[in-house]
């Protein structure tokens, strides 16, 4: 059955709601629109020699630490990463790599800080997946959309591995499907705060995070709801971990935790981004966080761990 030319204008608005206007689009995003923006990509983008050589410094740090300090079967069998091999990658430098000078960080940008992921993920794919879940999903949200003083308040404590980030997306019924978002976060009666009520789970570092983005639906003034995307701290009441570190076949020294809100009082000065927009804030940051997964795959090792 053909779509109305009502019906097509419909969806075209509710993805650019979601994706941003086609024509301000990277490169990727414009392929499915049947667009190819070839200036973006060739000639391919080199890094200028001083960055060049800032990102060829951490990858030989963390070649030469993994070689050393990290035991991926070890970590495979007992399903956890030892806090002295997360201090020793926070040493040299890597828990800060894409975290803005201006607050203590390297401020590395995607194709400076891809090559030591490609090393750890060569190494250990368990303990890429934490580095990068804190990197590209978890700080990455504050980086992008957070104001000057939420990152003032935020991104210090996340240079020394002591502190963690997660992005919490995932429901029991909702994932790949970004929309599918239930939990759902009501202004009070003052409009001082959000009370956040729902689920979480499949959220890498979710249950020993000390920042977590959480997207949750919030009324939009016309009788529905839009996500917004919240800055949670686990000291707010109401905030309960339910699974710190599930069971998994694979990638078994991440911690992949199950969160539950109960009226969890969040101030609104924690809204990250505008209101109503997290979706399209959730996007983008998982857009990072794909090219940054991927990049660790690029030297699995041939060896892989049996336990389950």
Not at 24 to 38: E, P, Q, R, V, Y
Not at 81 to 89: A, N, Q, R, S
Not at 171 to 199: C, I, K, M
Not at 233 to 255: H, L, N, S, W
């Amino acid at each position: 059955m053909a779509l109305s030319q009502a019906q097509v204008e419909a969806q075209k608005k509710e993805v650019e709601e979601m994706l941003g206007k086609v024509e301000k689009l990277g490169f990727a995003k414009s392929l499915f629109f049947g667009k190819l923006k070839g200036d973006l990509v060739f000639p391919y983008p080199q890094l200028a020699v001083d960055e060049q050589k800032q990102a060829d410094d951490l990858t030989q740090k963390v070649k030469a630490f993994a070689d050393k300090h990290i035991d991926h079967m070890q970590i495979d069998r007992d399903a956890r990463i030892p806090d002295e091999v997360i201090k020793g990658l926070a040493d040299i430098g890597l828990c800060k790599a894409t975290l803005p000078k201006e607050f203590g960080g390297l401020g590395f940008n995607q194709q400076m800080y891809l090559p030591s992921m490609e090393i750890l993920g060569g190494h250990c794919a368990s303990t890429a997946v934490f580095i990068n879940a804190h990197h590209s999903i978890g700080a990455r949200a504050l980086i992008l959309f957070g104001n000057k003083e939420q990152q003032a308040k935020w991104l210090p404590g996340l240079l020394d591995g002591s502190q963690l980030c997660a992005f919490a997306l995932t429901e029991p019924e909702a994932g790949s499907d970004a929309g599918g978002v239930r939990t759902t976060a009501t202004p009070t009666e003052d409009g001082s705060a959000y009370l956040l009520n729902g689920t979480k789970h499949y959220i890498t570092n979710g249950g020993i995070a000390q920042i977590l983005t959480v997207m949750a639906r919030t009324p939009d003034g016309k009788g529905g709801s839009k996500v917004t995307a919240f800055l949670v701290t686990p000291d707010m009441p109401g905030f309960e971990v339910i699974e710190a570190r599930a069971e998994k076949c694979g990638i078994r020294g991440t911690a992949t935790g199950k969160m539950q809100f109960t009226n969890m009082r969040v101030p609104k000065e924690n809204v990250l981004g505008q209101l109503g927009r997290g979706l399209p804030a959730a996007l983008t940051v998982l857009n990072f966080g794909r090219v940054t997964f991927g990049a660790t795959c690029e030297n699995a090792p041939a060896v892989r761990p049996t336990a389950c």
